[in-house]
């Protein structure tokens, strides 16, 4: 059964402000590794996030980070950024269990 991927407003912001390359390599990869198994942990593409309530797991795409939460049959993208910034976002907006 496919999970149904939505995007919080702050993800779709972000998503616009890629690059055309990079934001057609995001939604490939949020479409291959999110739509059918988005808590399946890989090695270097999907990690859960430890000590942390929100967001639940992380997606690697080259040098941008997906951050997402999976509820239900639903994945909520919550934030698309470099990874030069994603410590911060994660210290700005990330719930520390």
Known sequence: MPFEIVLAPE??????ALRAYDRAKVLE???AHLR????????SRTKRLR????PQFRLRVDDV???YDVIGTRVEVLAIVEK???AAW?????SVA
């Not at 059918?36 to 090695?43: F, G, L, N």
């Not at 000590?51 to 929100?54: I, L, N, P, T, V």
């Not at 994660?90 to 990330?94: C, E, I, K, Q």
Request: hydrophobic share 40%; proline share 3%; charged share 30%.
């Open 84 to 86: 030069s910034e994603a």
């Open 11 to 16: 993800a779709l912001d972000d998503l616009r």
């Open 65 to 67: 980070r997906v951050f």
């Open 51 to 54: 000590g942390m309530d929100r």
């Open 29 to 31: 990869a949020m479409n």
């Open 90 to 94: 994660l210290a700005r907006h990330g």
């Open 36 to 43: 059918h198994h988005p808590t399946q942990v890989s090695r």
